[in-house]
């Protein structure tokens, strides 16, 4: 759900920082998307310190990379590290731009499904103020949606997808596995 990061600060030093760390975060990007994700994280990681040097801990662009870091740790089986990240981006998205949110919150849903608390994915998913969310397909083009737009899983009810063709997807893809029906 990541895509290329690009950043404006009004400070030159600090931004000069951001952008360096904007294009190591893109080719730590272009890395996952071909499968390496070891090289990947540790582009990501000095994106994080790069960034932590230049802005604070809040800033909507340690957001990102802590959502891309949270995204690449889940297609890497690391799910406590994954968790760790996303809870920190949801908690700086949710002042910023409402898709960055919703994707961090859907991500975190992500991460409680794998863990087989699939109420906690869907307590997460739901969390939203705006009740703003995307579908649970990682290949939905990015768009947000009200609630009451997206389907839920007729089996478990903890993921939500924007239609039949989605859900369908994804199920191959991903929700199949951790896909329990709901005692």
């Known amino acids: 759900m990541s895509g290329l990061i690009t950043h404006l600060h009004s400070d030159p030093a600090s931004g000069m920082t951001i952008s360096q760390a904007a294009t190591i975060s893109n080719q730590a990007l ?3 998307k071909q499968g390496h994700y070891a090289s990947a994280e ?8 790069l960034k932590l040097s230049a802005v604070s801990e809040n ?3 340690i957001a990102t990379t802590r959502n891309a870091l949270g995204e690449l740790y889940l297609k890497m089986g690391k799910i406590t590290e994954a968790e760790e990240q996303l809870k920190k981006a949801v908690s700086i998205r949710m ?3 409402a898709f960055d949110a ?11 499904e ?7 994915a869907r307590r997460v998913r739901l969390s939203h103020p705006a009740d703003i969310m995307v579908c649970g397909n990682n290949d939905c083009p990015g768009e947000t949606f009200d609630q009451s737009q997206l ?19 994804d199920w191959c893809a991903r929700h ?3 896909c329990k029906k709901r005692a």
Request: hydrophobic content about 35%; some cysteine.
């Open 42 to 49: 540790s582009l990501y990681l000095q994106a994080l310190h």
């Open 102 to 112: 919703a994707v961090s919150v859907e991500n975190l849903g992500q991460v409680h």
């Open 30 to 32: 272009s890395l996952s």
């Open 151 to 169: 389907l839920a899983c007729s089996g478990c009810k903890s993921a939500f997808y924007c239609g039949r063709a989605c859900q369908a997807k």
């Open 176 to 178: 199949k596995t951790f």
């Open 114 to 120: 794998v863990q087989g608390d699939l109420e906690e």
């Open 95 to 97: 002042n910023g731009p």
């Open 59 to 61: 800033d909507l662009t």
